[in-house]
């Protein structure tokens, strides 16, 4: 370690904090899962209690994944090493990775610049500067410490963004069922299948303890993100909703675990969800729960959203439209009505029938 090093000044404060149960699993039937059904304690920065309302996402165990798309330390960009992990930190350790200084050849110095030189774009604000990295930006902040944990009340996260993949290994995603304007049975098993991209999926950590607590690693071999995503629903008013949905409200969240298959994940929706519209995203994440982090600022979606309708009716108006008329036929689109066609073209489109749905 160089003694020009700069010596990280820690200083610890005893908080009172409440972490959120971990996110997956599905909410009660019938009902869109709440914000407010029940109470958990969280910290401030004045040490005094707060309650906060966690959302209904039962709580699940993390595993470490197993599948093809796990990727252990040895062939992850920065990992880090048991000793790393388990060394308490000190200033004079000889190990970057567990020593309390910051090596002067990881300043950034670009962050001297507040971004306002030449001609600003209108309504450009200034950027925040620092001369070692803000490695002690959380000391001016109201708030705890994330520290691994989910806060309801807020926090200050102190690790770092970490590995940045290359513009050609961006991730990107789509879904395949259901798709875009489907129209499926209400209150029925159904599939979700997601096609992935660039990003190694099947890797996550113990939500629990370790949320936001690592940086984003990269696979050194394939150069792409390790992590993992997630699908969620929300009850729309209908498909023309235009005001904005509340983020702690969700009919359905899984966090998939399992590694994409022929780069696909699925999500299996046991009694499917009522009658009504939907919108499924994805949220595609390192594996540390962070939404993934990429090069550039322009760029195309990293996640993918389908909106839907659940119907109690859709089975039967589809049985009774498969009797008189033809897969996607003109007959099927034009006497059937809008909802009606909407059933035909998903009908072709997953059995193959006579028409050109695509």
């Known amino acids: 370690m160089k003694?020009?090093?700069?010596?990280?000044?820690?200083t610890f404060a005893a908080v009172s904090v409440s972490a959120a149960p971990r996110f997956g699993g599905q909410a009660a039937k019938g009902t869109a899962a709440t914000a407010s059904n029940s109470t958990a304690a969280a910290a401030t920065a004045s040490n005094s209690t707060a309650t906060a309302t966690t959302n209904n996402a039962?709580?699940?165990?993390?595993?470490?994944?197993?599948?093809?798309?796990a990727a252990?330390?040895?062939?992850?960009?920065?990992?880090?090493?048991?000793?790393?992990?388990?060394?308490?930190?000190?200033?004079?350790s000889t190990d970057a990775q567990s020593s309390l200084l910051?090596?002067?050849?990881?300043?950034?110095?670009?962050?001297?610049?507040?971004?306002?030189?030449?001609?600003?774009?209108a309504g450009q604000v200034a950027s925040l500067t620092?001369?070692?990295?803000?490695i002690n930006y959380c000391l001016t902040q109201n708030v705890p410490i994330t520290n691994g944990l989910q806060l309801l009340g807020g926090s200050c996260n102190p690790a770092p963004i970490g590995t940045i993949p290359?513009?050609?290994?961006?991730?990107?995603?789509?879904?395949?069922?259901?798709?875009?304007?489907?129209?499926?049975?209400?209150?029925?098993?159904?599939?979700?299948?997601?096609?992935?991209?660039?990003?190694?999926?099947?890797?996550?950590?113990?939500?629990?303890?370790?949320?936001?607590?690592?940086?984003?690693?990269?696979?050194a071999t394939s150069g792409q993100i390790i992590g993992h995503t997630h699908v969620v629903m929300e009850l729309l008013s209908d498909l023309g909703q235009t005001t904005?949905?509340?983020?702690?409200?969700?009919?359905?969240?899984?966090g998939v675990d399992a590694a994409a298959v022929n780069g696909a994940v699925t999500v299996d929706v046991t009694s499917g969800v009522p009658d009504g519209a939907y919108r499924l995203c994805s949220i595609n994440s390192s594996s540390n729960h962070q939404p993934v982090i990429v090069a550039v600022a322009q760029h195309g979606a990293l996640d993918d959203c389908v909106y839907f309708t659940a119907s109690g009716d859709a089975a039967a108006?589809?049985?009774?439209?498969?009797?008189?008329?033809?897969c996607c036929s003109t007959a099927a689109v034009t006497t059937a009505g809008e909802s009606g066609s909407t059933r035909a073209w998903s009908r072709c489109r997953t059995t193959g029938g006579d028409g050109d749905c695509n």
């Open 72 to 92: 252990t330390d040895a062939t992850s960009v920065g990992a880090l090493s048991t000793t790393d992990i388990t060394t308490n930190a000190t200033a004079d």
């Open 3 to 10: 003694t020009s090093s700069i010596l990280l000044g820690l």
């Open 130 to 134: 620092s001369n070692n990295n803000f």
């Open 317 to 326: 108006n589809t049985t009774a439209q498969q009797a008189t008329e033809p």
């Open 102 to 121: 910051l090596d002067p050849s990881v300043i950034a110095t670009g962050f001297l610049q507040n971004g306002q030189s030449g001609t600003p774009e």
């Open 166 to 219: 290359a513009v050609t290994e961006m991730p990107s995603a789509k879904f395949s069922n259901p798709a875009n304007g489907d129209t499926i049975p209400a209150n029925t098993d159904f599939t979700i299948t997601m096609n992935v991209n660039n990003l190694i999926t099947g890797n996550f950590v113990n939500a629990d303890e370790s949320y936001f607590a690592a940086p984003q690693q990269v696979d």
């Open 58 to 69: 039962s709580a699940g165990t993390a595993a470490a994944s197993t599948g093809s798309g």
């Open 244 to 254: 904005p949905t509340n983020p702690q409200v969700f009919a359905f969240f899984k």
